[in-house]
């Protein structure tokens, strides 16, 4: 007992999302502050502005080569998906994680090549490609390096609802479906270990003393779900807001060391740039129990 009270003081609530509502540090033109580090809202604009642009060339250009050059895509068509939210969640989320990488000594491996992700979701050669290369290196070396998390149902529940939200699982799954599709060896290590690394970045965001413009609601992790047989599904993981509302969910205990194959999860998935992680997670429910993403590029 003395140690489960130990473990719960020095973690976070599992998954809760951190508050900045007591935050004293702003200024108007600054996205957040991590540290001593400070990111701006122009910088945001212009990662964003410059993804957006590349990606209508891209469509354009595409759009006419198939419906001959007088075409012209619509508005909907035209627009990117991904959001100034995305933008500061990648460069905060970097940030975070090398500071988490370097205090742990945990190897990053090289998986992704930016040139090759920023083809796959139409916005090629821009900073957004790269840090969005950087952002999933430094996540799957994090999910292979945490020690794992002890999944329970209320922590099931809270990543089943957010892979709904990013439309990498169907609605509508009980707390038993949910258990049996997380049971699933290969799902189950990839969710202990990103109910680690919220923990690990909310740990963070006090120790650097993160501060939130507020203009942006929230910070989030973005998530990679690998899913057999089926690729990849994004969904977004908050850690922070600027309401004073923690989520109540237990406190997350990690699974207790072993040896061989029980030692903590595998080395992060095999994220090959062909499977455009960063392309948005699939609409396509599966058949039976068991998240599913069609893993198509936005």
Partial sequence: MRARRVIAAASVAALGVLSLAACGRSAPGVAAYVGDTAYSVERIDAIHAEAQAKYETTVRAAFQQQNGPSASPSPEMLQIGATKQDMLNLLVGIDLAKRIIAEKKIPVQDQL??????????????????????????????????PPAELTDDLRATIYDKLVE?????????????????????????????????????????????????????????????????????????????????????????????????????????????????????????????????????
């Avoid at 920023?118 to 821009?126: K, R």
């Avoid at 455009?276 to 599966?286: H, I, K, L, S, V």
Wanted: a negative charge; glycine letters at 12%.
């Fill in 166 to 298: 990013g439309k990498v699982a169907p609605p509508g799954w009980t707390a038993e479906q949910q258990r049996e599709a997380f049971s699933d060896p290969a799902i189950a290590q990839q969710v202990a270990a990103v109910v680690a690394l919220s923990a690990a970045f909310q740990e963070e965001v006090k120790r650097e003393d993160v501060s939130l413009n507020p203009r942006y609601s929230t910070l989030e992790i973005p998530a990679l779900l690998q899913v057999p047989n089926s690729g990849f599904g994004r969904y977004n993981l908050p850690y922070l807001d600027q309401d004073s509302t923690v989520t109540d969910i237990s406190t997350p205990e990690p699974v207790p060391s072993a040896t061989g194959s029980d030692a903590g999860p595998e080395a992060g998935p095999d994220a090959g740039p062909e499977a455009g992680p960063d392309a948005g997670p699939g609409t396509g429910p599966e058949a039976g129990p068991g998240p599913g993403t069609e893993g198509t590029a936005s």
């Fill in 113 to 146: 090549k930016a040139e090759e992700l920023g083809e796959s979701f139409g916005a090629p050669g821009t900073e957004y490609a790269k840090l969005a290369a950087d952002w999933y290196d430094l996540f799957l070396s994090l999910q292979a390096g945490l």
